[in-house]
């Protein structure tokens, strides 16, 4: 499978952005998909998750209640609505996914397919 992320941009603290990962494939409803950020000088961390079907999702605590990540598998995609974004969130954003029907990962070793990444910038 191969992923786009998109939707990344300059946002000011408060704002809100979403972001879409579109994957090509007929069987994207059979993988999970995480969302990770990396922020320079700083390793790559997950900040939410969900499962094949949408059922189940996880997030990291610095984004709950914020962030809400979704999918349409008829439309392969998941997105990742973030709103009272802070300048802490300032990152690239990248989606991942798995080919599992288990449980979510949070690792990014846990995923195998990677998309090339989109730019959050919130000032301050």
């Known amino acids: 499978v191969q992923l786009q992320a998109s939707g990344g941009g300059l946002v000011q603290a408060g704002g809100s952005l979403r972001l879409s990962c579109a994957a090509s494939g007929r069987t994207f409803s059979s993988y999970a998909v995480g969302w990770f950020r990396q922020a320079p000088g700083k390793e790559r961390e997950f900040v939410a998750g969900?499962?094949?079907?949408?059922?189940?999702?996880r997030y990291a605590d610095s984004v709950k209640g914020r962030f809400t990540i979704s999918r349409d598998n008829a439309w392969n995609t998941v997105y990742l609505q973030m709103n009272s974004l802070k300048p802490e969130d300032t990152a690239v954003f990248y989606c991942?996914?798995?080919?599992?029907?288990?449980?979510?990962?949070?690792?990014?070793?846990?995923?195998?397919?990677w998309g090339q990444g989109t730019l959050v910038t919130v000032s301050s």
């Open positions: 969900i499962n094949w079907s949408g059922s189940s999702t």
């Open positions: 991942a996914a798995r080919l599992t029907f288990g449980v979510l990962t949070t690792t990014p070793s846990g995923f195998d397919y």
